[in-house]
């Protein structure tokens, strides 16, 4: 299996940053997981959130193929960690070798790649600055691997 | 108001303990706030439940009287960041003049000490590790602080 977590522009956080990049390094053991990056749409006032989607949309489709998409998405379905792992589990096995959980930017996700997505996961209820969901995510994939796997809860 | 973030123990994760250094800076100027960190059993095998969660109790309670405590706890009630902040803002208009955000250890916390608290909230059905919950924590009560006073959603 691998796992990609795709979502426009770099953390800006380097704390928040240290905690994915260990994240990512503790999940290699499991799996191929990588996050990619794509450009995030700059020099746009923020009244004009239509054409920031858009730029952002136009980075990200092209790391859309080929894959399961899970987006995150306020509106998604909340799971319990135990949950999670079993989706994640059901989809490595089924045909799914690529799991690409695709996080929208500081405005969210353009309507058309909304549509293209498998999945809508959401983490809570709450609202989440989106290089915190960054981090909760990584930590939640961290954990359904270990569970997964059998291995005794990380706290 | 009087903010008061408790729970057993120093954050490990450096990273994530300049997380929380970070909110509880930008916290300052809409009230008291700080982070008490009591002392967490150690060498004790982690089969004695009980006897941490005691250990770790008597180093809470001392730090429970005077205040509304709001314990996090996975059987607790969600609220979305904007009826956090409500609650958050008609306990201030109340009698309460100190919110104290109670957070367990990797064990999590004492049945007694449970019993003295006010209200239990849930951040997600799923399970953070105990060191990021306390940042998905401060990172709400800043939200709910920043939507209080009516200033724009820090995303």
């Known amino acids: 299996m691998e796992l990609v977590f795709l979502w426009p522009g770099k953390t800006r956080n380097r704390h928040l940053q240290a905690v994915l990049d260990d994240y990512l390094q503790r999940l290699q053991p499991f799996c191929r997981a990588r996050i990619v990056e ?47 792992a079993r989706f994640i589990q059901k989809q490595a096995m089924s045909s799914a070798r690529k799991l690409i959980f695709l996080v929208g930017g500081f405005l969210g996700l353009a309507p058309r790649l909304m549509e293209k997505v498998n999945f809508r996961l959401s983490l809570s209820p709450m609202t989440f600055s989106h290089e915190l969901t960054r981090v909760v995510l990584l930590e939640q994939v961290y954990r359904a691997m270990n569970l997964i796997k059998g291995y005794s809860y990380p706290k």
């Open 38 to 84: 794509t450009p995030e749409a700059r020099g746009i006032r923020e009244s004009s959130a239509e054409r920031i989607l858009e730029t952002e949309a136009r980075g990200l489709e092209k790391y859309l193929k080929g894959g399961y998409i899970i987006c995150l998405s306020d509106k998604g379905t909340m799971m319990t960690s135990e949950e999670l």
